[in-house]
Structure formats: structure tokens, C-alpha cells
């Protein structure tokens, strides 16, 4: 009978020190990272992507991919040329965010370079983006430390299939 009441009182001590333990630990707190997807975020990268049907130069998993490689590089500089509707531009803006850089995107149609900047301000991303309505090669002189372009980036590759192949980022660390 002592074994089962020193039993009992042994797994009565456990417990009542395991409590204790949970009890005065203090949980870390769960800080999201700056460049965090948010509701809000996700829910203008669904609508683009909706207006855009299916033309996205980028899709969702090269989106994410950019974002956590341009994390990763902590990169502080990122030019995109061809902003579009924004959406690549708001992927490289979460990036830029994470690692404390500025995203300076390009776009030659006036009507798009609206509507990208729009998309970013919806976002909530204009401290990290800047959308630049204008050529490229004309604007890049503009844009600050994000002024060497290679000249086999200047004449676009077109594909078999007609599309042009677009370089649409390029970083420096």
C-alpha cells in the first residue's frame, strides 16, 4: 500500500510541477515577419490575378519564390521592368520589406502604371515601391543605384512561341 500512495504522490508532484512550469513560463510572443502575407495582401493578389485571367507574367509560386529569395540575398535593391498590374510588383514589395530595400518597377503603358501603382498602394507596400511610368532605358538614369542594365538585356529574347522573355527583377545585395 506505501508503494501505491508513494506512486500517487510522486505523479501528484510531477503534475502539480509540470502546471507550475507552463504557469510561470512566459510565452514568446509570435511576431510576424514585416514582409508577411496578409489577409488584406492576399486578397488584392486574388483580385489581380482574377482581372488578369491567366495572363500573369508571374505566377503565385514564382510570387513567393522571388519574396524569400530576395529575403534570403537581403537585398536592398530590386528593379523590375514591366510592372503590369502590379502583382509580381507587390511579391518583390513583401521581399524588399523583409530585407529593408526598395523595389523601383518600370512600366511603358500609362494605364498600367496606374493601376500598379494602385494595386501597391493597396497593399499597403508604397514605402518599399515605387511604380515608374515610362521606357525603361530612358527611366533606369532615374532610378538611383539600379542603373546597370546589360545590353543583352536590352534587346528581349522572343520566344518560338512569340512571347518575349523579360528579365523581371534583378538585385543587388
Known amino acids: 500500500m506505501a508503494f501505491v500512495a508513494e506512486s500517487f504522490a510522486m505523479r501528484l508532484t510531477l503534475a502539480a510541477l509540470a502546471i507550475a512550469l507552463f504557469a510561470v513560463t512566459p510565452t514568446a510572443q509570435q511576431h510576424p515577419s514585416p514582409g508577411a502575407l496578409t489577409p488584406q ?98 527611366s533606369s538614369p532615374l532610378v538611383g543605384h539600379c542603373t546597370t542594365i546589360p545590353a543583352r538585356w536590352r534587346q528581349p529574347t522572343i520566344t518560338p512561341g512569340g512571347e518575349s522573355r523579360a528579365i523581371r527583377a534583378r538585385m543587388s545585395g
Open 41 to 138: 495582401i492576399d486578397v488584392i493578389l486574388n483580385s489581380i490575378k482574377a482581372a488578369d485571367k491567366g495572363q500573369l507574367a508571374v505566377s503565385e509560386e514564382d510570387g513567393r519564390f522571388m519574396r524569400v529569395l530576395i529575403g534570403l540575398r537581403n537585398a536592398k535593391s530590386i528593379l523590375e521592368i514591366g510592372a503590369a498590374s502590379g502583382y509580381s510588383g507587390i511579391w518583390l514589395g513583401l521581399g524588399a520589406r523583409e530585407s529593408h530595400g526598395h523595389v523601383v518597377s518600370i512600366e511603358f503603358d500609362p494605364q498600367r502604371a496606374k493601376e500598379a501603382a494602385a494595386n501597391i498602394q493597396k497593399a499597403g507596400l508604397t514605402d518599399v515601391v515605387r511604380v515608374v511610368h515610362g521606357d525603361a532605358f530612358e
